[in-house]
């Protein structure tokens, strides 16, 4: 094995092939919104259940308010910039360069990538860019494709998602997170050369929903989640958990799924 499949192994489970990823990235364009108002506590909760594969988190978090109970997989996000209260929250740059990330311990990094928008040109530069330094040290680079306000209307269209995915892996992800969608999500995956994980959020109406969301990705090929406010703004975050990782990791039906989440929830687990 090189270094790139070492890492790889800390991210995705061997025995499944699969990833459940908690993403508390948010707090970087969003502040500290519900569910990671104390991001030490979030963190605790939710890694004591031994449950958690790997967190995508800022270099920030990462030195300052990251205290895991086990030893998960890390993807450091090193893009961003900007924020709500700024012009256009789609203007991200490279903020950490690799040799911090590899520094901090990290086993893989992010860079989003805004298709779509204004600033597609230089995130896809940026995503490019962020490729061929991750290439050089055999470090897995996260895609991560964002559309940005005016696009909103195409999270849902499969055409334009699978342009998307295939276009980060053609500059140079090992992995994509990209959206979910209902209809013909398997061709999203069929079109795209590197495992595909599905962004956790817009935030589901119940969690009923969020594992119905889980549970079509990975019929449709997904090889995991990077799941965020959906479980950290869950009412019952860990019991939530075990349903979603009980779908990724133990094939669990939607039925079990659902039945494993009414029955943490009741026990307050």
Wanted: hydrophobic residues 40%.
């Amino acid at each position: 094995m090189d270094g790139l499949q070492i890492r790889l192994k800390r991210i995705f489970r061997k025995n499944t092939g699969r990833t459940l990823v908690v993403a508390i990235d948010h707090g970087m364009a969003l502040g500290p919104m519900a569910g990671i108002r104390n991001i030490r506590e979030t963190v605790e909760r939710l890694d004591s259940t031994g449950l958690v594969d790997a967190w995508l988190l800022t270099k920030g978090i990462l030195r300052y308010g990251f205290e895991p109970a086990g030893t998960p997989g890390i993807i450091l996000r090193i893009s961003g910039g900007a924020t709500i209260a700024g012009p256009e929250l789609t203007r991200e740059g490279l903020t950490a360069t690799l040799e911090e990330a590899l520094a901090a311990g990290a086993d893989a990094v992010a860079v989003s990538a805004f298709i779509g928008s204004p600033y597609e040109h230089e995130t896809l530069v940026n995503l490019a860019a962020a490729a061929g330094r991750c290439r050089r040290w055999n470090v897995p680079l996260l895609g991560v494709v964002g559309l940005g306000k005016t696009n909103e209307d195409k999270k849902k269209d499969p055409k334009f998602i699978a342009l998307a995915t295939r276009v980060a892996a053609e500059h140079g992800a090992d992995l994509v997170k990209t959206y979910y969608t209902e209809e013909n999500f398997d061709q999203v995956v069929a079109g795209c050369p590197v495992p595909v994980l599905i962004a956790g959020g817009p935030k589901c109406d119940t969690d009923g929903d969020t594992l119905k969301m889980v549970y079509g990705a990975v019929q449709g090929g997904a090889r995991g989640i990077v799941m965020g406010r959906n479980v950290w703004q869950s009412p019952h975050p860990r019991a939530l958990l075990a349903a979603v990782h009980g779908i990724i990791h133990r094939g669990l039906s939607l039925r079990e799924a659902c039945e494993l989440l009414e029955e943490k929830a009741r026990k307050n687990e």
